[in-house]
């Protein structure tokens, strides 16, 4: 008897794929945030953040939020899409 392959549905692989995408943005834009202070002694500016403005505003964010705790928030995000693409479910047709 010949196995059958089970097929991944599409929705489950982008949404894996984007959870996982969106936790190595955050990993990128949490290591790189840096604050410099702005040239009037006023708000702090982003230095070079790997994140563009958004990863910026975001790691900004979630560091004062969760302080340190916001890295394993972002890297649980990476492993819950490769958990999601890994051991989705699969639909099966014309059994």
Avoid: K
Avoid at 6 to 22: K, M, Q
Avoid at 74 to 87: D, T
């Amino acid at each position: 008897m010949a196995s059958v392959r089970r097929r991944v549905s599409l929705l489950d692989e982008v949404l894996g794929v984007t959870l996982w995408g969106g936790g190595i943005f955050l990993v990128l834009s949490l290591c790189s945030l840096a604050l410099t202070e702005s040239e009037s002694g006023g708000m702090p500016r982003p230095a070079a953040n790997w994140g563009g403005i958004l990863g910026y505003q975001v790691a900004s964010a979630l560091t004062r939020a969760s302080g340190s705790g916001a890295l394993l928030l972002a890297l649980l995000l990476c492993q819950a899409g490769l958990l999601w693409v890994m051991h989705a479910p699969r639909v099966q047709h014309g059994l």
